[in-house]
């Protein structure tokens, strides 16, 4: 089991839907990223928190809304997207925003747009 | 520039068989630390090990080793006596003060499949 925890692990939606996908850590972690994984590809940053605070937008289309709304969630929410939007995200944490900071990652939610 | 390869695309062995991992680097920056991520099948990355810059002490883990040398830009990963558990995606990656402490920049990563 890992201690970042995401969820859902797994989400089908329309392109019209809203949804939220989740994480949680009791690390007590202060920096928090998601990121986006094609099939056979590595990770992708889209986001990083740093105490609460949104640091870094990876050009992030609007459609991928982040949110911190404590130092041991984050969400992702989601509207509107487009059928290549279909991945695995990955959810991480790490002790600080650091370039020595170990990052802890979650399982993943597979998200398919249809 | 920053660049993390991995030039194995995919690697299948025989169980028990020593199995070794490339990785090479690219980096400017004279401040930076490369790790080993693996992913099974179930999606996670699993942290295995952080090196920085300045230790060029190789490091034994059960049996994981790894070997870094800057004279080379390489930090190969070795896994001894593999076992089917093993299997999976190992990335290799790179952060420094270049790429920024936000960006974790990964290779593409390499498929390792333990035969039984």
């Known amino acids: 089991d890992t201690e970042v925890t995401q969820t859902p692990k797994h989400l089908v939606m329309g392109m019209t839907n809203k949804k939220s996908l989740k994480c949680e850590q009791h690390?007590?972690?202060?920096?928090m990223y998601w990121y986006k994984q094609k099939a056979k590809k590595p990770p992708e940053l889209m986001f990083v928190?740093?105490?609460?605070?949104?640091?870094i937008n990876e050009s992030v289309p609007s459609r991928f809304s982040p949110e911190c709304p404590n130092s041991s969630l984050l969400n992702l929410h989601l509207h509107a997207l487009q059928p290549e939007d279909s991945a695995l995200y990955l959810c991480?944490?790490?002790?600080?925003?650091?370039?020595?900071?170990?990052?802890?990652f979650g399982d993943g939610t597979r998200l398919s747009i249809l | 520039a920053q660049k993390v390869t991995q030039a194995q695309t995919e690697i299948s062995v025989v169980e028990k068989e020593d199995v070794t991992l490339d990785c090479v680097y690219e980096t400017r920056d004279t401040t930076y630390y490369l790790f080993w991520y693996k992913q099974p099948p179930s999606g996670e990355l699993v942290f295995l090990i952080r090196r920085n810059s300045f230790d060029e002490q190789n490091e034994i883990s059960g049996r994981y080793s790894w070997n870094f040398q800057k004279s080379t830009s390489s930090f190969n990963f070795t896994i001894t006596a593999s076992q089917v558990v093993d299997s999976a995606v190992y990335f290799c990656a790179l952060r420094s003060l270049v790429t920024g402490a936000n960006n974790l920049f990964f290779g593409t990563g390499t498929r390792l499949t333990v035969i039984p």
């Open positions: 690390m007590g972690h202060r920096a």
């Open positions: 991480a944490s790490s002790q600080r925003q650091g370039i020595n900071q170990p990052q802890h």
């Open positions: 928190y740093s105490y609460e605070k949104l640091s």
